[in-house]
């Protein structure tokens, strides 16, 4: 669980650091100068990971110390995805529109703001025909209303903002929990097929789990009162 609980975001810090943001591209053009998820849309992957079996004890275990220390991050905020997107070989950029902000200060609602995750698409397969898909969880999708727990940064005078979490670095607020499972994770897919997921899965316990743990994040985060967050 320890992949999904400690910020995946430290290994686009140290891209950044390294001063190579914007320049490692993916070697195919059709991530590399995607500028809209419509353009990511007929990619061929495999999945790197699913959650299983396994997963499912471990969010259901889940102590309320973990959620609780998403108010650690200086921001919470419920946004809406656009289209627009930017893919790299250590990261992801989505755009948002703020909805609503439940802490933090300096952002409001109606700002548009890039906000970067933890890489999905990182690299190809061994023939390099067909990309890897290395998260559990899907992108965020246009129109969609996202529960978003982000950090403000700032390098070389230049600020951005990271969302981090792992596993829960964003949370769907727009769908109705779907089902779908991935039937076999060594196949080759094609992206616009997955578009409708949360969540990528073998195991319907383990999804089921996963859900169960989004919404205690609801339940602490939307639906609970706010007063700790101004302690």
């Known amino acids: 669980m320890k992949k999904n609980i400690i910020c995946l975001c430290i290994v686009f810090l140290l891209v950044l650091a390294a001063g190579q943001i914007g320049k490692r591209e993916f070697p195919l053009d059709l991530l590399g100068n995607a500028q809209t998820l419509k353009d990511i849309e007929d990619i ?7 959650d299983r079996k ?13 959620i609780e220390s998403k108010k650690e991050n200086d921001y919470i905020a419920v946004v809406t995805a656009t289209e627009n997107v930017k893919l790299r070989s250590m990261s992801v950029l989505q755009e948002v529109v703020i909805e609503k902000i439940i802490k933090g200060k300096g952002l409001k ?11 999905c698409f990182y690299g190809q397969n061994e023939n390099k025909d067909v990309y890897l898909f290395d998260c559990g969880m899907n992108l965020m999708q246009e129109g969609n209303s996202y529960l978003v727990f982000f950090n403000e940064q700032e390098h070389e005078n230049r600020k951005f903002y990271e969302a981090c979490g792992g596993a829960f670095q964003y949370i769907n607020l727009s769908n109705q929990d779907p089902m779908y499972l991935v039937k076999d994770p060594d196949a080759v897919y094609t992206y616009k097929d997955f578009t409708d997921y949360e969540y990528f899965s073998i195991s319907k316990k383990a999804l089921r789990a996963r859900y ?10 939307l639906n609970e009162d706010k007063e700790n967050l101004k302690k």
């Open 109 to 119: 609602q109606g700002d548009k703001i890039g906000i970067y995750e933890n890489s």
């Open 54 to 66: 396994k997963n499912a004890e471990e969010y259901l275990e889940e102590t309320d110390d973990y």
């Open 212 to 221: 169960e743990l989004k919404h205690r994040f609801i339940d602490k985060w």
């Open 44 to 50: 061929n992957f495999q999945f790197a990971y699913v």
